[in-house]
Each structure stands twice: as structure tokens, then as C-alpha cells.
């Protein structure tokens, strides 16, 4: 029997990894967890977090003894991985912002970043940005807000489009204005529609 792929986010943005993992993957099982109870992830403090990611894995890896994990969360894996890789016997992958692929995207040398409050915050961004992208100006916008939005979304709630557009506008507020923005939550994909 094929062991099956576990992914795991906070909510519902970790389905727009699911749907591509099912592209390339279409006949390996996949287990998909969200943990409503500690959603949203963004706001809460890194310790919280570090300790949901690593019982929920583990909880999954007891239960369906996966051949992978995926945290489909970016949130939880600039500051979950290296425990939950100590933690358990098999390959875990995190999603991490593109940082690297903006910049080298980039002509103008401004690139944005839109995720939750706490990927913005971490060190791990800072360092992804200093490694990849240091000859960038680069324009973080941190949103909870979003993340609810997305959820709302998918269960067939009108988005504000006003709402969507005061999110962004930092973007633009300045003279330099980015050329590329990554989608650093798992959650923003579910919205380019």
C-alpha cells in the first residue's frame, strides 16, 4: 500500500498546494489537515505556533504514517521545520516565500511581499531577503485580514473589493512601486480570481 502525503496549514490556503501536489502526484493518497481550533496562525506567537505545527504532525504522523508532510503554511514553516524535521522519522517540506524568484524576476529592483503579520516578522523573511534579494527595495504588507478574506471566499462570501484594495495600497503608495509581489501565505492564491 502506498503510504499517503500529509499536508497541514492552519486553514483552508494550504488547498491551492493541494491542488498542484495532486497534478504532479495524481495516484498517491494525500491527508489533508487543517487546524481550525489554532487558525489563524499570522498573529500568534511563535512558541503557539511551534507547538500546534509540531502536535498536529505528529497526531497525523501516528495516525497515517505518511511517506511526506508538507506544511502548507508559511507561517508555520519559517519557524516550525527544524523541530517537526527532529520530531519525525520522515521528509518534511515547508512553503516559503518567493523571494528568490521576485528578484530574480524584478527589473526595477522593487519587489513586494504580502503575507500575515508574523512571516513579515521573522527572521527566516529577513534572511531569505538578505540572501536573495539584497539589492532590492523590498515592500512588506502584513495581513490577517486577507487571510480571513480567503476563507470567507471559499465558503461563498462576497470579497470588498474596496477592502482588497486598502490591503494593497502600500504597494503603490510610493514612487517605487514593485514590479513583482509574492503571495507569502498559501491563503492569497485562493483570492487572483
Known amino acids: 500500500m502506498v503510504k499517503p502525503i500529509v499536508i497541514f496549514d492552519s486553514g483552508v490556503g494550504g488547498l491551492s498546494v493541494y491542488q498542484e501536489i495532486k497534478q504532479v502526484l495524481p495516484n498517491i493518497p494525500v491527508v489533508y489537515c487543517s487546524d ?13 505556533v511551534i507547538e500546534r505545527t509540531s502536535l498536529c504532525l505528529c497526531l497525523l504522523a501516528e495516525r497515517y504514517e505518511p511517506s511526506l508532510a508538507v506544511i502548507a503554511c508559511n507561517t508555520a514553516s519559517t519557524i516550525s521545520l527544524p523541530r517537526v524535521r527532529e520530531e519525525l ?10 523571494i528568490k524568484t521576485a528578484s530574480e524576476y524584478s527589473k526595477r ?3 513586494g511581499l504580502l503575507a500575515t503579520p508574523g512571516t513579515i516578522a521573522r527572521s527566516y523573511t529577513d534572511q531569505l531577503i538578505q540572501d536573495f534579494a539584497g539589492d532590492c527595495h523590498v515592500i512588506r504588507v502584513g495581513s490577517s485580514d486577507l487571510v480571513q478574506m480567503a476563507e470567507a471566499f471559499l465558503r461563498g462570501e462576497k470579497i470588498s473589493d474596496e477592502a482588497l484594495e486598502n490591503i494593497l495600497a502600500p504597494f ?8 513583482a509581489i509574492v503571495l507569502g501565505c498559501t491563503h492569497f492564491p ?3 480570481e
Not at 481550525?36 to 503557539?48: A, I, R, V
Not at 520522515?90 to 512553503?95: H, L, Q
Open 190 to 192: 485562493l483570492l487572483t
Open 172 to 179: 503603490f503608495a510610493d514612487e517605487q512601486t514593485p514590479d
Open 36 to 48: 481550525t481550533q489554532g487558525f489563524p496562525y499570522g498573529p500568534k506567537p511563535e512558541s503557539e
Open 89 to 98: 522519522g520522515f521528509p518534511v517540506v515547508g512553503v516559503v516565500p518567493a
Open 109 to 111: 529592483r522593487c519587489i
